[in-house]
């Protein structure tokens, strides 16, 4: 494909000069503010931004959020002066969604940028109406030639890192959005819903770190309007808001939308929490979650849908997204010799094998949201994620994950890619059968990175049992390190269209592009 400048072209800065220009400057909370009251006068408007997600060949879905009750009226056009448009009437936005809606667009061209513009209208007087919000995509190729290239990352305000005004909040998405991709994939732990974000942390060397706070993040959420007030508290920041104006998302969960390691039927034995039945926080993440991203599987008025998913971006990419949080089985020390659950449970399995087989895909990505030979820990006997540390034959969760690789290999399926994020530092791991205790497989790459905006950790142990051998791993040496104090740290996928060529690039804030490596098509083992 042809490579793609830093920065927008010409049709894009008009976009980023005009049109986006007011979505970036309309008015939010000052620092240490509440989110906005809802004035019963005047127009609405759309304070937070828009957001596309789930982009396909010929569809999107378009988020937006009143400050009050509002229709949602949406136009699309090929330019940006509109001169020629489609209007698609969306829904009511209304405080069972926390004023929050989405609009499905159908019927787009494929390979192109669609410009679009948000309107909210008074319910009861249409001619009402706020300042339209600005945003822009492209849809994904019909041509294999066309190629494609996105971003993946995770862990965003995480470790009491939230929006510091002295650094100019979260700018690692601006260097994100100079990129130009065709979309972002979000790894999980989009937000900290366990995480405090207090007015200042003094770091090590003496300097104070200041965070935007607000009423939701100065607890642990455990409500529905503090879980709200979570998702809110990013879209404070106007770099993320310029971001989702431009970049549409590909967006899964993992543990933090909810709390720090859950899993279904967990009773907290945690003081900071009056509600200990995880079922209960984990039911009014969802919900949140739901009215605060636009996942194509997810009703935010039914209140139904699952997050795991198949994104189709043209003949070269399949995106699997899958959900490692809501099947999964009690963490424990995974040495069970059976285990039908494991960490997607069975059904989700049998689905992942299916859209696997069905996939004509050049490249199939399946973006985890927990890495597979890393040993993450819960606790001083339990562990979090697949991994648990012995190198022998497949155990606990571990059986599940070698069904799933088993399957890929007897049935044949190329181009599989694992992307992940969680452990807060970024590395390449390459699985090979011939260093593996279970070796019916055939080798892959997985490619970790992040966090967005969250402290980074040391490097976690590798576990034997698939063969994973770290090609390349860039983790600090103690806990906790401050997004002041190191890069922030992203990946980037590029698919040639000539050649069918997947390049990962493992980048760190600045522009540092850390490790690449090259695969190639329909190979298998490189």
């Given at each position: ?49 828009v957001q596309v997600g789930d982009v396909t060949a010929s569809s999107a879905l378009v988020w937006v ?33 926390d004023f929050t809606g989405t609009t499905p667009l159908y019927g787009l061209p494929a390979g192109e ?414």
């Amino acid at each position: 494909m042809p490579n793609r400048p830093l920065v927008p072209s010409l049709d894009r800065r008009g976009v980023l000069r005009g049109s986006l220009a007011v979505s970036a400057a309309l008015s939010l909370p000052a620092v240490g503010a509440a989110a906005p009251a809802f004035a019963l006068s005047g127009r609405p408007r759309a304070a937070w931004g828009v957001q596309v997600g789930d982009v396909t060949a010929s569809s999107a879905l378009v988020w937006v959020r009143s400050d009050r009750p509002a229709r949602m009226i949406v136009e699309t056009s090929a330019t940006e002066s509109f001169r020629r448009s489609r209007t698609w009437h969306g829904p009511l936005l209304g405080a069972g969604t926390d004023f929050t809606g989405t609009t499905p667009l159908y019927g787009l061209p494929a390979g192109e940028q669609v410009h679009y513009r948000v309107t909210l209208a008074d319910p009861a007087d249409p001619r009402r109406t706020g300042a339209p919000v600005h945003g822009t995509f492209r849809t994904a190729p019909a041509r294999r030639r066309d190629g494609v290239r996105f971003l993946w990352s995770g862990d965003i305000a995480g470790q009491g890192w939230g929006i510091n005004p002295d650094i100019g909040g979260y700018t690692v998405y601006e260097e994100m959005r100079r990129l130009d991709p065709d979309f972002f994939l979000c790894s999980g732990d989009n937000i900290y819903a366990d995480g405090v974000i207090e007015p200042s942390v003094t770091l090590p060397d003496g300097r104070v770190w200041r965070n935007v706070t607000t009423e939701e993040k100065s607890k642990v959420a455990e409500t529905l309007a503090e879980y709200r007030g979570n998702f809110r508290y990013n879209l404070l920041d106007a770099n993320l808001r310029r971001f989702n104006a431009q970049v549409p998302s590909i967006v899964q969960w993992d543990d933090h939308e909810v709390r720090n390691n859950w899993y279904p039927g967990q009773i907290l034995d945690d003081s900071r929490y009056t509600e200990k039945n995880i079922d209960v926080l984990a039911a009014r993440s969802t919900r949140a979650f739901r009215e605060y991203f636009p996942v194509s599987t997810l009703r935010a008025a039914s209140g139904e849908g699952r997050m795991h998913r198949v994104v189709r971006h043209g003949p070269l990419l399949d995106v699997f997204v899958l959900d490692m949080r809501s099947f999964r089985n009690a963490n424990s020390p995974g040495r069970q010799p059976d285990d039908a659950t494991g960490i997607l449970g069975a059904e989700q399995l049998r689905w992942l094998e299916q859209e696997l087989s069905r996939s004509r895909a050049v490249w199939k990505v399946i973006a985890a949201d927990m890495p597979l030979g890393l040993v993450v820990t819960d606790g001083a006997t339990d562990f979090e994620a697949v991994a648990q540390g012995d190198p022998g034959q497949p155990l606990g969760r571990e059986l599940q994950i070698a069904e799933l690789l088993r399957y890929i290999k007897h049935r044949r399926i190329t181009g599989t890619v694992w992307l992940t994020a969680d452990v807060h530092y970024t590395s390449a791991q390459h699985y090979v059968p011939e260093r593996a205790a279970f070796k019916d497989f055939a080798p892959f790459w997985e490619f970790v990175s992040g966090p967005l905006a969250a402290g980074q950790f040391p490097a976690n142990a590798l576990d034997a049992t698939f063969g994973p051998d770290r090609v390349f791993v860039r983790a600090p040496e103690r806990a906790n390190v401050s997004p002041m104090e190191s890069p922030q740290l992203f990946g980037e996928v590029d698919i040639d269209g000539d050649s069918g060529e997947l390049t990962v690039r493992l980048r760190a804030q600045g522009g540092s592009v850390l490790f690449s490596k090259v695969l190639r098509p329909g190979l298998v083992g490189q």
